[in-house]
């Protein structure tokens, strides 16, 4: 059954009730919107419809969209014409993080941008380095990195000056994620920060947060833990189809105030596309 349905079913009911309430609240909550959250935006509608004397299912319904709708944000990222961007991908591993990469670089290709390189800054994982290296020659990409164990730094410098060499263009650089080392991941990514906010053009850095749709609360604690340590502009939820919730992106909008750019959907590289908040409210709410 998808997850859409339990809200189709629970409007579907002929009260709107306490009862009601106290079941909209807990299917909120399985929808992966933090237990706080989902309190607090229940008892918004609750008065609402109270004040207003709403009582029929497609009037809470809408009600319900509107107050979903204002907690999700969404940013447009674009590399700027004629200026040199840098984009530090964050996020912990497992979650897609290179994948996501990969997927943005041919993204940007096909639309036509021709000066872009990938720095394959997470150095502590071979694999991490090979697999960004097989996705680059896949999508016909050039990918810059250094060997296992390097400074990661030093490959998003080198990235910038391949860039740089060729004129304005775009480095998306992928990172370390291992959040079980909190501190030395804190330091290595603030170090990494310094050098993308110096080979960048003014205002054309950002860093961009990858998590998983179906891990729910694990994903905002994820979101503070880089939120803090060096500020995110925009956020990627991969594994988005079927088994996602995806209530995830309200919380993040309305806990942390941050923004969803882009929602990757499979494993090839075209299953990625530019995040729409009302189709995805449409989509959480089965309508």
């Known amino acids: ?5 339990k809200f189709r079913a ?4 002929s009260r709107i009730d306490d009862d009601f309430y106290d079941a909209l609240t807990d299917t909120l909550v399985e929808g992966d919107i933090g237990a706080k959250s ?5 008892d918004a509608l609750e008065k609402i419809c109270t004040k207003e004397r ?16 204002a907690d999700v944000k969404s940013v447009e990222l674009v590399p700027e014409e004629g200026r040199r961007s840098v984009w530090m991908v964050l996020g912990v591993n497992g979650v897609g993080k290179t994948t996501s990469v990969a997927k943005l670089a041919n ?16 150095t502590f994982r071979a694999a991490a380095i090979e697999q960004l290296a ?7 990409v050039r990918v810059v990195s250094h060997q296992h164990g390097s400074d990661p730094s030093a490959v998003v410098f080198d990235a910038a000056e391949a860039v740089a060499a060729k004129g304005p263009g775009l480095v998306i650089a992928d990172t370390a994620g291992r959040l079980h080392n909190k501190e030395n991941l804190v330091r290595e990514l603030q170090k990494i920060d310094r050098v993308c906010r110096s080979k960048a053009d ?11 749709a179906t891990t729910g609360q694990n994903a905002l604690r994820q979101a503070e833990v880089f939120n803090e340590a060096v500020g995110v502009d925009a956020v990627i939820m991969t594994k988005y189809d079927s088994t996602a ?3 995830i992106a309200v919380t993040i909008g309305r806990e942390l105030s941050l923004p969803v750019a882009f929602v990757c959907t499979g494993e090839k590289y075209q299953d990625i596309a530019r995040f729409n908040a009302e189709k995805y409210i449409d989509e959480f709410l089965g309508l």
């Not at 993204?107 to 997470?122: R, T």
């Not at 097989?134 to 016909?140: D, K, Y």
């Open 245 to 247: 919730k995806g209530g």
């Open 107 to 122: 993204y940007f290709k096909n639309q036509g941008l021709e000066n872009l390189v990938l720095a394959s800054a997470d």
């Open 54 to 69: 709403i009582s029929s299912e497609s009037d809470v319904m809408a009600h319900l969209r509107s107050l979903l709708l």
């Open 38 to 42: 989902a309190y607090m935006i229940v």
């Open 134 to 140: 097989m996705h680059g020659q896949r999508i016909g």
């Open 202 to 212: 003014e205002g054309c850095y950002k860093k961009i947060l990858v998590i998983d």
């Open 10 to 13: 629970l409007f579907s009911r």
């Open 1 to 5: 059954m998808a997850f859409g349905e």
